[in-house]
């Protein structure tokens, strides 16, 4: 299989974000880059599924993540078709397998989630007997992402009120998603690597947003065992990653970080104290953004 091609934000993209006069404090007028929200409604070949807001980057991979984190694209499904109408800002997904979930969409429990912050019912569904692997992880790796991540062109630099979903091996990043909201994000990153047959045993998922209960679920569904945030955690969210083996680390800021499950898997081959000065001023300024 060829290597699945790498995905960054495009914060230039003109249908992704609209100029806006307003005035500051001083009543100056000021011309500000806002984010753009549009309705996408994913069918599932001819099931109508859910109506969601997003930037409208990437409707493809984000039906497909959505549909395959909500259970409802199985891992060994063959995907047919994803056909996409600008216009009519509808996505299909057709499968060779039938399809029929008209019982699990009508449960839609709320989540603490944002934006298509919900799940189908049967949250704890896929996670009975999972087993993640026992990935390397490194604390080099993880202040090299920071570093990249924060300082990476993106449209939370340029307009803001977004999140970002970054799929990184190792110390490079290989998809960086982003969206209104972190779940969206999420699921597009989830649509890639189903889309270009990426596996997550060896890989770092890292999010912009709360490591909540779904977020770790998610994750876990994904078959990624590594999951890190500049935000905190909910208890839930640790209770589930404790339960199924993920490494869960939040709160990172320049070279600070917290992990509240699975430190097994993290090798601390970086001493701060030997990071030159003008090291640690560029990662603190990045994290700062």
């Known amino acids: 299989m060829p290597q699945a091609p790498r995905h960054f934000p495009d914060p230039a993209h003109p249908r992704l974000t609209r100029a806006v006069e307003g005035r500051d404090h001083t009543g100056q007028m000021q011309v500000i880059r806002v984010v753009e929200e549009r309705p996408l409604t994913i069918f599932l070949n001819a099931q109508e599924i859910v109506t969601a807001m997003t930037i409208g980057d990437y ?22 078709a994803v ?26 429990p709320r989540t603490s989630g944002c934006a298509v912050g919900t799940v189908f019912g049967d949250m704890m569904e896929g996670l009975e007997g999972l087993v993640l692997p026992q990935a390397e992880l490194r604390t080099s790796w993880l202040y090299a992402l920071a570093r990249q991540i924060n300082t990476a062109p993106s449209l939370y630099l340029e307009a803001g009120a977004i999140h970002g979903t970054v799929l990184c091996q190792g110390d490079q990043m290989l998809c960086y998603m982003e969206d209104v909201g972190r779940h969206n994000a999420v699921d597009k990153v989830a649509g890639y690597m189903f889309q270009h047959g990426v596996s997550g045993g060896n890989k770092i998922l890292y999010t912009t947003g709360r ?18 945030s500049r935000s905190g955690f ?26 509240l499950s699975g430190d097994d898997r993290l090798i601390r081959d970086a ?14 300024k990045g994290a700062e953004a």
Not at 93 to 98: E, K, N
Not at 100 to 108: G, H, L, R, T, W
Not at 271 to 284: C, L, N, S, W, Y
């Open 59 to 80: 409707p493809e991979y984000l039906a497909i993540g959505f549909l395959r984190n909500q259970g409802m694209l199985l891992a060994d499904d063959t995907v047919t």
């Open 234 to 259: 909910t208890a839930w969210g640790v209770e589930i990653a404790r339960q199924v083996g993920l490494t869960l680390i939040g709160r990172m800021r320049g070279q600070r970080f917290i992990c």
């Open 271 to 284: 001493d701060i104290a030997t990071v030159p000065d003008e090291e640690r001023k560029h990662r603190r």
């Open 211 to 228: 490591l909540t209960s779904e977020m770790v679920i998610k994750t876990a569904q994904m078959g990624i065992p590594v999951l890190a």
């Open 83 to 108: 056909e996409y109408d600008e216009d009519l800002e509808v996505v299909v997904v057709r499968t060779a397998r039938q399809t029929s979930y008209e019982e699990k969409v009508k449960k839609k």
